[in-house]
Structure formats: C-alpha cells, structure tokens
C-alpha cells in the first residue's frame, strides 16, 4: 500500500487458492516430504538489465526469455502450511490473502503483462533438508495474471464459493526440467483500501524472508484466521505481522521497528499512553520468557484499582495479540459457543506504546516499548502465590504457528521428561513459594563439591526443571503450604482475622469448584482448538491475613484461575473448522483432547487436595500421626532415615516430648553402629476456631528438633534432613500430608515449625461445590479421589471415571436445551443430517451457553466436542426462548 498509495482504494485484489500439487518424483533424500507452497509476486519496475539481480526472498525465480533481461524484484506474498504426509501428493486448499493490483479499472483493462505476473513454488521438508538448513526445491512456475484467471476477466463484488470454479494447472520446473503440476484457483474482488501514511521502515518490497529463515517460522502466518471480523482486517494484520517479524529478525534500528510495530497494530485496540504513568518499570517472573511491566493505571474507573493491568512485551507476543483481538470480538459478538469458555480469559485492553526505565540503571530510560496490556493478577494482593501449569500432553507441534522441527523435538524430549505425558500437564512457574520449598535446592548434591553462584542461570533453569518433574499431589502440598508464611495471629486474634488454614482452605475451595467449571466449559466449545503451550493459572492471596469482617464472597473473587499464554493457539470457528481437510480437524481434535485432558486431570488433581486435607469432620476425626525424616537428595530419591508414630493428645503445659526414631522394620535409628539413637521432639495442642469460622478446630503439632540422625550421604558424611507430617482419618478414607524445611547438611536439625491438621464444620463442602459447577461429580468422592499415596497404576483407572462423570454433568446441563430443539425440530426445520446423511440429534457441543439448568425426561445423550466435534456436521436448529 505504501508503493501504491492512493491507487489501492479502487484497486481489484486477486484471491488465490492453492488447491495442491503433484510431484513426478521423490525430492527427499532420507524420510518423507513435507511440501508447501509459496506465492510471489513479480515486480519489474525498470526495464534496466542487471545480471547480479536474485530473487531476494530465498525462493528461486523462474526464468523465461522475456523477463532475463529486466531487473526482477520480487517479495513473498503467501505460503501454506507444510502437508504431514503429502510426500509426492499434497493438498494444501488454503486461500491467500487478497493482492492489490493498482491501475486495474473495471473494465477489464489492467498493466502491463509482465508486471503483473506471479510465481508459484513447491518446496518441502524433510530430515535432509532441515540437516542442509534450507527446504528442498521442488519446482516453481512463473504465471500472468491472465493465466490464472482465464480469457475472460471479471471483477466480482465478492468471493465466491471455491467449489464453483475448476482449478488451473500449471506445470513446475526445475533447471528446465519438469518436476510435476501444481492446480490454483483465482477469483478477482472489489476491495476499498484506505491509503496508509508512509512508515520510517523496510519497504515491502524488501520484505523479504532470508534464505536461513527456516519456512516452518512463517507457515501459518498466512492462513491464521479470524473467526469474526472482515476479512480486509486479517489480510492486514497478517501482512504487518510477518512485516515486523522479519525486520526484527534482520536486526532494524528500534526507531524503525517503532514505526513498523505502530503501522502492524493499526488493524488493533490502540490503548493511548497518557493513560498510565511513564516510564514504567519492568518485573521479574519465575516462568515464561516474556517480559512484563508494571503498569499505574492513572485515572482508574469503575471501582478498579491503580495496578488494575499489566503490561507485556510485544516481540515476545505477536501472535498472541491477534488471539486476543479476536476474543474480544468474539465476546462482543456474544461468545458463539465459546462464551463460558472465553470467560476463564485475561482481560484484555489493548495495545501500548511507552517508555520504559532501563533495568541496569532504573534512573535511566531504556527506550520505547510495545506492550499487551491485560489484566494483572497481583492486582491488590501483597503477595499472589501463582502456579503457572502448562496444558497439554503434548506441547509442541513442528510446523505450527512457526515452530521449527529442532525446537518439537527438543520439546518432545522435554515432555517425556516432566510430567507432560503422565499427567497431562506440568508446572512452569511458582510465584512466591513457601520457604519450605525454596530450601529444596536443586543443585545441593553438586553444590558440595562446586561453587554455584547465585546469579548463575544454572541454579534457575535447575529449579524450573525440578518444578516441571515434581507430581502433582507435591506441588499442591507446596502451594497450599501456609504454617510458615503468612504468620500466625495466635489464639486471641481469631476472632478478629482469619488464621493461615482459613485462608488456603477457602482459595482451594475455590480453585477446585471452578476448575470444574473449567472443564465443562471445555466440553461446550462449538469446534476443537489447537491451543498448544497454553497455561492455567492458579493463585491466591499468601501475604496477609483478612479480617472476618470481610466477606467470604469478597475473599473468593481475589482467588485466581485463569488461562493465558496464546503465542502457540489458534481461536478456531465452527465454519472455518468445517472448510479444513479432514487431516487437520483430527489433528485439532487429538490436541483438543490433549488439552481437555490435561484440564481434566488438573480439576482432578485440586479436587483431591482439598479433599484429604479439608473433608474430616468431628463426626470422623483424625486418628494417627506420624512424623517421616527423609534425607533429601536433588539428584536421586529422598533417602528414608526414620519415623515415630505421635499419639493424638495434646502435650501437658505445652511441655516438648522426645520419642526415638524407628526404621521399617521397627528398629531403633542410630548415628553410627555403636552411637546414640535418633530422637524427634515435638509438641502438641488443640486448637478451637471461632462460631463464624468454616474449620471447627485444629491440631497444632510443632516439630521442634531431630538429634543425632545418621549420615545418609557417605561422601560428604553428612544429610540434609526434612520432616514429613503425615496424619489419617479414622475411616482410612483421608490422608493429610504437609513438611518442613530442609536443613543442608545437619545431623541435629532444629526446625520449631508449627502444623496445623484441621477438622472442618461441613464435610460435604466440596461435593456441594463440585455438584453446583457439574451436576453429578461430587458423587462417591471417596473413590475417585485417591489418597495422596497412590499409585500411578491406580490413579490412570480413576481418571476415565472423573472425565466421563463431566461428560454426563455437560449432558444434564444442555438436556433442557436439548429436549426443546427436539420437540420442536419436526415443526420449523428439517432434521439434522450426520455426515452419511442419517438423521441425528443436533450436537451439544453447538448448543448456546444460555442453557437452563437441568435435564428434560427423555432429552437424549449427546456427544462432547472433545470427543468427536471434528467429525460432526451441518447446523444446529436456534430458537428464541
């Protein structure tokens, strides 16, 4: 638009799709091929002969008699997404975006032949090309503008339906040789375009991707889809985006980056800077690779506070901005279907453009910055401890939304490793951890015989791994682990404040009626998504005790579960998911379900914990406590060095009591053969929480010391010693576990932690709240909700129940729905149609979220979208109710 200027508002603009291709041979050396197709165009201002002239864009350029002699610039217009498995027979039916074609009048009459000709190649990936660095080349075909649309030319007013037109074959060549055909649609749109100011950047036609680009960074930047909205808009944005991604790659002044980032977001929510204060300062997280800035919200509105968003860095999220855009508009356009599930979603405002401090020199300003602006979860918290959990058993896919085979396999590599396979998710990022977790030092083995220095990315990316293997019953131990940080009030102030145990007991709560809630929304979404790398967040306030004068209400909205991290998704649409290859929707629905799955089990996982730790009422009790000491070792399992069975009574005058530590076998633990034996001390007491209070009472058991524990590491003779407080339910049914700290190489720790094993009023809390969010799951808690000591054999048999037991309760909240479309389906619409032509129910999965409550007598059992929306087709019957 820059070249053409005004000439672009009246211009025509060609819409090509490329059907496929096939090859006459094999073009990969070693495996199978990949290939894809690029579209150039040819642009031949002058006239002028030049034989150093190349195509700039890494892709070769046919050469034909007429066009040796002139200077050739041409610049990548579109590219598909690699075909997995296309080998010698692609088929791509991908649409490119719409090419302005100046000078072009209604008439039929349009430039030159030559300078409008386009060029059209196959490449492909394969294991020899990713090895050379470069796809393989295939072939390519120089095409006028005439050849693609025929003899006769017709600008039409709008696209038509693509199954209407025959394709056009064109032969490809290589070195003169034919190498195979490639089939092309064409069609020629009216389109108004308004001119766009001049930007201080690369002209498009130096936007070009470099011969070293690998072409899986750019394969969907063409084809990412916006379910609502023009399509003008996404043609824009798309083109702006690969824009500003190759001029960063190229290394561009930041002054022109400046001017190409603002001419990308003009298609976006432009958020004005006067708004918050500048400079703004940047932040530190423990996941993600992202920066973020604080952000002081000037002049907050409606209740909001100053520190209301959040800012984060644009070149670390240019795919996620146009994720956001179209939730938005997808919210404004009442949700199609993905209503409940949008609004598990950050807010988000807009884009914005500010100064920023220098982070070596805060007195200093770094410079300007492009930034999301969204809704900041720290948001009136003193302190937000946050699990950020990534989803999905599989989080990367070669060739998605730029990412190249070497990092999916590094990342594949990486998920077998952690917990990505096993369960479905893993845990990326902990803000504000207990200090009983930050003396797990991940480097301590090591650290004895070498130096780590503090500021080392070693000791951090050691600690994110340790994170990432760590189970889930482990991590909401940690999470939940508040008998050190925040303080406790003590006895007299609670009937003023809200100890420690109330506050985690009521963000579990929480956490765990709308993770359920989470899943079923997952079920009502009308398409599956490819959300890969997302995130889950989960948080609460850990830094302050609130008083019992604030409600419980008040005290829910501040929990946090959220999902985020949009760099690797697609927001996909009922209608676009019909118009894909039947290849790419099962692969959106195997990712779907991944995803699904993961939510699933993590629902599951923080059912769990509060069950065991907060469902023993007085009518049941605890009935055994038992004190483990295990030496911990980060580079091998924790060594078990003893344990004492403590009885269920509160210690006279709060006197500390010293019992021996025993082994398996029930033998006494020494320091040595000849040594003393091992003792604990401990003390306990009772402890009674007030009338207005959720927990009855407590057992407040402190460990106090350890003396005399023998040197489990021979080399260093020496231990690093932790306690585990483990305490069962006279039932057998429940099973709570907290520990302390570790202490590095000590034979005679003294910890003085106090736990608190509480016993809460309502029993049946959770099974209220799960049943409330998904009616049916609070069900036979018990069997479901292992205790935290199960094995992993034991847990995959119970998860299929929890999962089916959310498809039922997804069921019974469309069944009313569901009941009217069927009673009234006969009178105002022809059945629906599956895809063998049979009649069959109108899915759920494509039910409006605005379903009441319930199931009807006789409402029929329905399908989940994640388990076969992929396969489903036509339209399903709308009323008004």
Known sequence: ???????????????????????????????????????????????????EAACPSGVPCGSTTSLESLERKCFEVARTKPHRGGNRSPVWNEVCEGLPLAGFG??????????????????????????????????????????????????????????????????????????????????????????????????????????????????ASTSYCCSTGSVSEVEDANRSRRRLWSWQQRGGSSSSLSSLASEYLKSFTKVEADLFETPVRPLSVSGGTAAFYRLHWLRPTNGKSHEHYIGKDLSRAC????????????????????????????????????????????????????????????????????????????????????????????????DGLTTSVVEGYRVEGFDCPPPALKSMDPLLDLAKFVKFDERQEVRKRARRFMLQRMAAAEVMMHFLDVHQEPGDPGDEALETVRSPTEVAELAVHEMATRMAALAVACRRAPAPQKWIG??????????????????????????????????????????????????????????????????DRLAWATARCYHHRFSCGADVGWSSLQVAIYDFDSMSANDFIGQVSLPLEPTADDIEVTLPLLDGCGRVVRCSFWGPQATLTYKMRRRTYPQSSRLASAWRVTIVRADNLPAMDKLSSTSDPFAVLIAGSADKRLRFCQQTSVMARELNPRWDETFEVPIVRDPEALRKALSASAPGLGDNLDKILLREGATQIEVDKVIPTWSSRIDEANRLLLGARSALNTLLQPAFSPPHRAADGSADAPPAAFAEESCQQGAAPGAPRLASAASGADELGGHPAEFNL
């Open 1 to 51: 638009k820059n070249r053409l200027g005004p000439a672009a508002m009246t211009a025509p603009h060609l819409v090509l799709q490329i059907v496929g291709a096939e090859l006459d041979r094999d073009f990969a050396a070693l495996g199978y091929l990949r290939p894809f197709a690029v579209v150039q165009r040819l642009w031949e201002p002058t006239g002028v002969a030049s034989p």
């Open 106 to 219: 209604h008439n039929g009459d349009g430039e030159d032949e030559i300078s409008q000709r386009f060029q059209i190649s196959v490449l492909g990936e394969s294991l020899g090309a990713w090895a050379k660095g470069r796809p393989t080349f295939c072939g390519a075909v120089p095409a006028s503008l005439r050849e693609l649309l025929g003899e006769k030319i017709e600008v039409k007013t709008c696209v038509e339906e693509w199954a209407n037109l025959p394709p056009r074959e064109f032969v490809l060549e290589k070195r003169g040789e034919r190498t195979g055909k490639v089939f092309v649609r064409a069609q020629l749109v009216e389109r108004s375009v308004e001119p766009t100011d001049e930007v201080d950047g690369p002209s498009e036609e130096d936007m070009h991707v470099s011969s070293s680009t690998p072409p899986a960074k750019l394969s």
């Open 319 to 414: 795919d996620e901005v146009l994720f956001y855009e179209q939730a938005r508009a997808l919210k404004k356009a009442g949700g199609k279907g993905l209503g409940p599930l949008l609004s598990f979603m950050l807010e988000y405002k807009g884009v914005l453009r500010c100064l920023v401090e220098d982070p070596s020199h805060p007195e200093a300003i770094g410079g300007e910055r492009m930034m999301l602006v969204m809704r900041n979860l720290g948001d009136r918290c003193r302190s937000l401890r946050m699990l950020d959990v990534k989803i999905g058993e599989r989080t990367a896919d070669a060739g998605w939304q730029g990412k190249s085979r070497a990092s999916a396999l590094k990342q594949e590599v990486l």
């Open 534 to 599: 997302s995130s889950v967040g989960l948080g609460f306030e850990s830094g302050r005790l609130p008083p019992r004068t604030e409600t419980e209400a008040s005290l829910r909205r501040a929990v946090r579960v959220n999902i985020f991290d949009w760099g690797r998704s697609e927001l996909n649409s009922l209608d676009r998911h019909k118009t894909l290859p039947s290849d790419e929707r099962r692969d959106r629905g195997a990712f779907w379900r991944y995803y699904v799955g993961g939510i």
